[in-house]
């Protein structure tokens, strides 16, 4: 087996130690009923919304500024916000003062009033990451944010993705595509933590 090379981080000397929640803004990415059902389903939806939720918790109680996106894909979509389908599951659903930004594209910096959401709330550099879809949104985002000067963390169990068919002929299954894009994520555009509980403590 060929070993892995170094990344890109390391290569150009980014630190790759996890933040504490408590010194980060958590940024919630479409944690919309659009991915729990569907033609837009996840593996793992319910798994990466439990500790969403329990991510969301931790960062309300220990007073952390929280920021929702929601993509909106207009009436009849899968994404129609103004539909169940397309509405914030239950579980994270903003709390009264929690900013909810609307996108219609992967970054939720792109075209949004996100970063001027983000000076208001006097956001620092750390910035956590979680939700729907680990090889798009999400990865988008904390691409979106890196290139602005921020500091992103994933959270990978609070992220999911489904199946897609290869370009190349064959079906790329969602274990494969979640561990890729985590993986791009870590090469340069922020660092990763496997849990929740990696953050709080």
């Known amino acids: 087996m060929t070993a ?17 929640l408590t010194d980060a803004t958590l940024i919630m990415i479409d944690f919309q009923n659009t991915y729990r059902r569907g033609v837009m389903a996840v593996d793992g939806a319910e798994q990466a919304l439990a500790a969403g939720s329990r991510l969301l918790g931790a960062a309300r109680e220990s007073g952390r500024p929280v920021v929702h996106v929601v993509n909106d894909g207009g009436p009849g979509t899968p994404y129609d916000i103004r539909a ?6 239950d579980s994270v659903a903003p709390l009264p003062g929690e900013p909810v ?3 219609r594209f992967p ?6 009033d996100l970063e001027p959401t983000l ?16 090889h798009m949104c ?16 994933v959270v990978a169990e609070a992220t999911a993705t489904r199946s897609l068919p290869s370009p190349l002929g064959d079906t790329v299954p969602a274990a ?4 890729a894009a985590l993986t791009t994520i870590a090469d340069l555009f922020g660092v990763v933590a496997a849990t929740v509980d990696d953050l709080v403590r």
């Open 84 to 89: 169940e389908i397309g509405a914030i599951s």
């Open 138 to 153: 999400v990865s988008y985002t904390a691409q979106g944010a890196f290139n602005l000067g921020y500091t992103p963390t």
């Open 4 to 20: 892995a090379s170094s990344t890109l981080r390391n290569v150009i000397g980014l630190d790759d130690r996890l933040p504490r």
């Open 176 to 179: 494969a595509l979640q561990a």
């Open 119 to 134: 000076r208001e709330l006097g956001a620092g550099q750390e910035l956590v990451l979680a939700g729907f879809m680990t």
């Open 101 to 103: 930004v609307i996108k």
């Open 107 to 112: 970054n939720a910096f792109h075209d949004t």
